[in-house]
């Protein structure tokens, strides 16, 4: 009989924890559903990048000397550059140069310390592909400019997430009559009406 009681009142316990988990649980539920929503519509809304925003590297064929101080500088020697002595001129002559985006690990090594300028970093960061073979950049692929999120008509650019005051980190403990930045849903439906 008194195992009988011992195995009830484990029962019991294993019972009233798993509420509070389920407590716990919906108390966070409850806690999203009151704020506004953070989520950016993706291919019809895109974030402008930062100032110092570490995307796709643009190269200029015309400027670079061919010194390899980027391969040098590089993590993992990442930067092809094929070039060829000029006897005449005394200086090097750049053939080729390519970088496989499938490997770099955009830490901008590459554009701090080349000489002439010739790199940059630009805001392009969509260069997901199927193949992997694609992601490996030539001279001429390196030299297009990017496209620009505040260029393309079919986007909304979005400067950051409107979604608490200016100056408010804490989400929690937010008071009632405070304003938060941004439109409710509710108010931009209306709006549409």
């Not at 909304?156 to 930045?181: E, F, I, S, W």
């Amino acid at each position: 009989m008194l195992k009988f009681l011992k195995q009830v009142v484990d029962y019991g316990k294993e019972a009233v924890q798993a509420g509070r988990y389920i407590g716990e649980g919906l108390s966070v539920t409850f806690d999203h559903m009151s704020r506004r929503p953070v989520t950016v519509q993706y291919p019809y809304e895109k974030l402008i990048p930062s100032e110092r925003f570490r995307g796709r590297i643009h190269f200029e064929f015309d400027k670079c000397i061919a010194c390899e101080v980027c391969v040098r500088v590089c993590p993992i020697n990442l930067p092809v550059v094929d070039w060829t002595f000029d006897k005449a001129s005394k200086k090097k002559e750049l053939k080729h140069y390519s970088i496989d985006f499938g490997v770099c690990i955009f830490c901008g090594n590459c554009v701090e310390y080349c000489p002439t300028n010739c790199l940059s970093m630009t805001e392009e960061y969509e260069m997901a592909t199927y193949d992997r073979h694609e992601l490996n950049y030539d001279n001429v692929a390196l030299g297009r400019l990017p496209y620009k999120v505040t260029d393309d008509p079919m986007v909304t650019p979005l400067r950051q997430l409107a979604y608490l005051p200016k100056g408010v980190m804490d989400p929690h403990n937010l008071p009632a009559d405070v304003q938060r930045a941004g439109d409710r849903p509710e108010d931009l439906v209306e709006q549409e009406k």
